[in-house]
């Protein structure tokens, strides 16, 4: 898939605005200042409605398990910001760039439309346009973003935008909402067959074991109404008609009995599920050592990897430095290293064939004459390799203990749910054996006066009930059981994926949060089970300590760590697809000390450098984050053309126009290298 670019937009007739607002976006940092109340909010979430309108994205409800629409401009949003006599004329031109193509949407904002659009393909100098009067011009702007972008939904793409490239007043974090972040990472770095199965999993297995669980209170209600008819004739039946003593205290005895084994298997269940959530708790750490010993693991083979073919390559010089490699790794560590097999018999293997100089591959003679002799430098090479693979192999070991461990894990874990179903189902059967015999009890004491075949068919008939929503009870959770060890198939792919990745990731992570945090920080693979369903997930760590929870971190360190994870995210994903993309954070000066405020500008700067094009809004005020940002945007003409200052344009309040304030706001406009925005004093009598 691809992420698109904005390039410029032109907004009119907002009567939050005195005048027209045209402004393009350049690669690298674009800002927009005001005062508090200005519109700086408005004037993004304006944009944002130019390039989806009242789209919504989807979003799992942790708490009902049920997928809830999210609308990031509400269709209301802009009825109380236009007067009556800009409502025909209230609107916004948005231009995004795809690769080699450009769309420009114009929107209504007051009656929320497209009025018209434009898709022009710069390598081909073709240009379509589309009115009003060509059908529903909202279906044609969605189908060219879900072409051009090669996603499966235009819901993809609003999903993006709102959890990836846009950081709002809201300080939602990606890196901390485990459901997000995954369905983030699927999108961006999965192919759209994967997403969509992974989706259609998901979706399966909540949706039986939401029907299950409905059935399951449905059952549950016809047993209570078996209860109170049962009590109900009890009571009219009275006392005296028991036949005998002995038989009514049978009965009594029996039922007391049921209960006690119904109560037993409840309690039993509950402790049953402790157990299971130690052992998935167990299961996750192993999974994060694991991911901890792979990622110690593989810089440590890149070196080996360099090592062994400089020190091959001197020794060995007619042979080339991989085919050694290969070669040594068959008969030191029994390993083929191009199909993955180990066995003591490839040790074997490799000695003969380097004894009787034929290739690994295709038995042809080769050359392993020693052609040089080994001196200091091939010493040092060969301590150094040693090391390594020393290093290596333990790694190896603690691997194949934590991968045991997991499997006996997995093993546990299987025994422990198939228990919890085997009691569920002796629980039913008691329950049904309960109402079964307080039927008899009934039946068994009742006298002629009271008989009614009527009621007797009723109770046959809820208790046929009961017995098929037992089995179609079973079914769904079976069911549900199936798409869920799907899932978490899927999901190991995904951390596999993860794991290719983290690096890079990794790497970029530390590049932009140790602008902020002034040290090195790492990425942590990770899963947990969220209503049923296996998430991978990834979570910082710096200063030797993991910060899984958005609680283990300060507010600043929150919203900036958070910043550099998307910002890692969005460079790793142009980097692979060849184009940039925008960034949109607001007023993030806010949560800053005097400390951090440079460094956080020093982030911005470094992520524009990569030529993504970032939109910051923010007060103007006195901070050291807007001076550090406008210290390195050059010289007067270029910080001038990436300044939208809404001063000129926004309705200030009755504070703001007292003479002093508008005093501050010009000296601080002056102070980042802008031109005066009122030259004169005179020029603020309009205020």
């Keep these: ?80 910001r236009i007067d009556p006599q800009d409502q025909d004329f209230a609107q916004v031109m948005l231009t995004i760039g795809i690769g080699s193509y450009d769309i420009t949407v114009t929107r209504a904002l007051y009656r929320p439309r497209i009025l018209r659009l434009e898709i022009q393909d710069n390598e081909k100098s073709n240009i379509q346009t589309f009115d009003s009067s060509q059908g529903e011009l909202e279906d044609i702007y969605q189908d060219a973003i879900q072409r051009l972008l090669e996603i499966e939904q235009f819901e993809h793409f609003v999903f993006l935008v709102s959890n990836l490239l846009v950081f709002g007043e809201e300080r939602n974090t990606l890196v901390w909402d485990t459901e997000i972040q995954n369905r983030v990472i699927r999108l961006i770095s999965l192919d759209r067959e994967f997403d969509k199965r992974f989706d259609d999993l998901s979706e399966k297995g909540t949706k039986f074991d939401t029907t299950a669980r409905h059935m399951s209170e449905t059952r549950k209600d ?56 130690d052992e998935v708790a167990q299961l996750k750490t192993y999974s994060a050592e694991m991911d901890r010993l792979e990622l110690t693991k593989i810089p440590l083979l890149e070196r080996l990897e360099e090592f062994e073919k400089a020190f091959y390559s001197n020794i060995y010089q007619n042979v080339p430095p991989q085919y050694i490699v290969t070669l040594e790794a068959l008969i030191k560590q029994g390993t083929c290293q191009l199909c993955g097999t180990k066995g003591v018999h490839l040790k074997n293997l490799g000695l003969k064939l380097k004894e009787e100089g034929r290739c690994i591959v295709c038995r042809s003679s080769v050359n392993y004459s020693q052609e040089s002799t080994s001196g200091e430098a091939e010493d040092n090479l060969a301590v150094e390799i040693n090391k390594l693979r020393t290093q290596i192999e333990k790694l190896d070991s603690d691997q194949k203990t934590y991968i045991q461990a997991q499997t006996s894990s997995n093993i546990e874990i299987k025994r422990i749910q198939e228990t919890i179903t ?18 008899k009890f009934i039946t068994s004491t009742e006298s002629e006066p009271f008989s009614d075949p009527r009621r007797d068919e009723w109770l046959d008939k809820q208790n046929r009930e009961i017995i098929e929503l037992d089995s179609q009870i079973e079914t769904l959770y079976r069911k549900r059981d199936e798409a869920r060890s799907e899932l978490q198939i899927l999901n190991d792919e995904l951390i596999q994926v993860l794991h290719r990745i983290n690096e890079e990731l990794t790497r970029l992570f530390s590049h932009f949060a140790s602008r902020f945090l002034g040290t090195d920080c790492e990425l942590v693979i990770s899963q947990k089970t969220k209503v049923g369903k296996p998430i991978a997930y990834m979570y910082p760590r710096f200063h030797s300590k993991d910060r899984e929870g958005v609680t283990q971190v300060s507010e600043s360190q929150r919203f900036f760590l958070d910043q550099a994870f998307r910002m890692a995210l969005i460079t790793w994903f142009t980097q ?112």
């Design 1 to 80: 898939m691809k992420l698109p670019i904005i390039k410029r937009f032109l907004i009119e007739r907002l009567s939050l605005y005195t005048q027209p607002i045209e402004q393009t976006m350049y690669p690298g940092i674009n800002m927009v200042i005001g005062g508090n109340g200005i519109g700086k909010t408005t004037l993004i979430n304006t944009v944002l409605f130019g390039l989806f309108g009242n789209a919504p994205y989807e979003k799992l409800n942790a708490k009902t398990g049920r997928v809830d629409s999210v609308v990031l401009v509400d269709k209301e949003y802009f009825k109380g």
């Design 222 to 277: 016809i047993r209570n109404a078996i209860d109170r008819w049962l009590k109900q004739k009890n009571e009219a039946l009275g006392e005296s008609i028991f036949t005998s003593d002995e038989e009514k205290e049978n009965l009594e005895i029996r039922l007391a009995e049921l209960q006690t084994e119904i109560d037993r298997i409840e309690e039993k269940i509950a402790e049953i599920k402790v157990s299971l959530e």
């Design 422 to 439: 085997q009691k569920s189902r002796d629980k039913n059967r008691l329950e049904t054996e309960k109402i079964d015999l307080k039927s």
């Design 576 to 687: 692979a697809s060849g184009q940039q993309t925008f960034y949109i954070v607001e007023t993030p000066e806010g949560s800053l000390d005097l400390a951090y405020e440079k460094n956080v500008a020093d982030m911005y700067i470094e992520f524009g450098s990569y030529g993504h094009s970032i939109i910051v809004t923010s007060n103007l005020n006195s901070s050291n984050f807007l001076g550090g940002l406008y210290d390195q945007l050059g010289e007067k003409q270029e910080k001038e053309k990436r300044t939208l200052d809404l001063l000129k344009y926004g309705r200030l309040s009755s504070v703001q126009k007292q003479q002093k304030h508008l005093k501050n706001f010009n000296e601080r406009i002056h102070q980042l290298g802008l031109p005066f925005i009122w030259p004169n004093e005179n020029d603020t009598a309009g205020y």
